[in-house]
């Protein structure tokens, strides 16, 4: 298998512009994570997803931000408008919930976005 | 204005030493604890994890310690090598109710291995 897959790996765009991340989580994995990775915050937990549904979007951290799961093989994260702010590196992470290895998640690579 | 940054913890080692690195957890109801690896330019990884009713356990070269009493966890690499150069994590698993595998992050130590 080629692990989590994210697109793009990096993303400049202008304030005030649409932003869509994009991942392809693991075949076979139920639960999809997406997280935040910031030196000010850390890793962050945004949102997650559970069979393709929304288990808790409360790491959200405004309006601007929505993500979508329209099937078990893809998820997207986006950021309507974009601020200086939200330059992050921003990771998927896929795992088995109820397979006996719920604490090993599998990272992608990281989309590594700046908003100028 | 200047940013302030999170200020990681920082261990420095010789190639062939031992390494500790320690974590304090907050919440007593989590049931695992988990270290990750973050190497430069890449996601976390999973290295090893230790369910909330035990006191050790051990892996390839790795060993996690859990004191619940202080709510410490640590790790220990024997036998530090440069590859094992990273920001280290621990994490934490509650698997009650509807979490899902859901893991809260630590804020990470950065481990150096000079050869």
């Known amino acids: 298998d080629a692990g989590v897959i994210q697109s793009p790996r990096h993303e400049v765009t202008e304030m005030g512009q649409e932003v869509t991340l994009r991942c392809k989580p693991i075949?076979?994995?139920?639960?999809l994570f997406w997280y935040r990775q910031t030196m000010m915050r850390g890793l962050e937990l945004l949102i997650y997803f559970n069979n393709n549904v929304p288990i808790d979007d409360s790491g959200m951290p405004e309006d601007r931000f929505s993500a979508k799961m329209p099937n078990a093989s893809f998820s997207t994260l986006k950021i309507q408008p974009s601020e200086p702010r939200d330059s992050a590196v921003y990771f998927c992470?896929?795992?088995?919930f109820g397979g006996g290895r719920d604490t090993e998640a599998f990272f992608g690579q990281g989309t590594r976005l700046t908003v100028v | 204005g200047e940013s302030v940054g999170l200020h990681l913890p920082t261990l420095s080692v010789q190639e062939g030493d031992n390494s500790i690195i320690n974590c304090a957890y907050s919440n007593s109801a989590s049931d695992y604890f988990i270290w990750y690896k973050q190497e430069s330019g890449k996601g976390p990884q999973f290295i090893i994890d230790i369910r909330s009713n035990m006191d050790k356990r051990q892996g390839q070269r790795v060993t996690v310690l859990l004191n619940k009493t202080v709510k410490h966890l640590s790790l220990q690499i024997a036998a530090t090598q440069p590859g094992d150069s990273a920001v280290y994590f621990c994490a934490e698993n509650f698997a009650g109710g509807t979490s899902y595998g859901k893991l809260t992050f630590g804020q990470g130590t950065i481990l150096t291995v000079h050869p």
């Open positions: 075949s076979g994995h139920n639960s």
């Open positions: 992470a896929s795992n088995i």
